[in-house]
């Protein structure tokens, strides 16, 4: 359902810090980043990553080989989940671009919409950079793990339906590995129905609609967003505040209330 996001708790930053938080970072992180080392990640999680030679799709196998040979000293493997151990929030993309988390090594970074995605996380206080906000090796998330969907680059930034379906178990894995998990933001609709499937959820109960939330029976909350980018514009920070926003919202919800409503039913 549409549900207003502005009902927020009073702890989060303003309005006004965040836009202009947000936008630094922006401005900071959609610029191609330097090749940087993913985090490393809690045993849990890290124990959930697929091989570096994962062969269960052929043509990003292939394509990941080409790119090792184009260039040797890009990351050009399974994007490892990025965040903390300890995450309530869990943000998933569809899949790594080309010369984004393939060539970094890390969800989002140099992308369009990445780097609004992680200023709004700062901004909200969900992620700290101790050293240098431009420094995309510094970037800690608080609560918040980001993820793609389909692991591996894929040609012209498209996966499809059964490279979906086959890097699945990459996203239910590190998803059921997070046990404060409370919140899922799903970016675009081929995340949300890798999320719902991932998350146990029925698809025709949960379909996709810009700003929806679902719950499923575990007690988490899944939001539907918009993708990062779309047609190589990305994402607003308003629509990113709002979600965030949301997600605080849910996640009270998720830790308070005994309402009984589950199986993945659109939150009506
Ligand atoms: S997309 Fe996922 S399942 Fe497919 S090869 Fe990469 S890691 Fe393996």
């Known amino acids: 359902m549409m549900t207003d996001p502005t009902a927020a708790p009073a702890d989060i930053a303003a309005p006004a810090d965040i836009a202009a938080n947000a936008d630094i970072a922006a401005n900071a992180l959609d610029a191609e980043a330097p090749a940087a080392s993913p985090a490393p990640a809690a045993t849990e999680l890290a124990v959930t990553e697929p091989p570096r030679d994962c062969p269960l799709c052929p043509r990003l196998a292939a394509f990941r080989a080409e790119q090792r040979l184009a260039h040797p000293d890009w990351h050009n493997a399974p994007v490892p989940v990025f965040g903390d151990g300890d995450a309530w929030l869990a943000i998933v993309g569809l899949s790594p671009g080309l010369k984004g988390g393939n060539r970094t090594g890390r969800t989002f970074d140099a992308e369009k919409g990445g780097g609004t995605l992680y200023g709004t996380l700062l901004a909200f206080r969900l992620a700290h950079d101790h050293v240098d906000i431009g420094t995309a090796d510094d970037l800690v998330l608080d609560g918040v793990v980001t993820i793609d969907a389909v692991r591996c ?6 996966p499809t339906k059964d490279e979906l379906l086959t890097c699945r178990p990459f996203l239910a894995a590190p998803l059921a590995a997070l046990p404060e998990l409370r919140v899922v ?38 939001i539907d967003c918009a993708p990062l980018a779309t047609d190589g514009v990305g994402i607003d920070a308003a629509v990113l505040e709002a979600v965030i926003a949301r997600a605080l ?20």
Do not use: C, I
């Open 153 to 158: 680059v894929p040609p012209n930034n498209q």
């Open 249 to 268: 919202v849910l996640r009270s919800m998720a830790e308070g209330r005994t309402d009984g409503r589950a199986d993945g039913d659109p939150a009506e």
């Open 185 to 222: 933001v799903a970016l675009g609709e081929d995340a949300h129905r890798s999320a719902v499937k991932a998350l146990g959820g029925k698809l025709p109960k949960a379909p996709y609609a810009a700003m929806a939330d679902h719950r499923f029976p575990s007690g988490v909350w899944l």
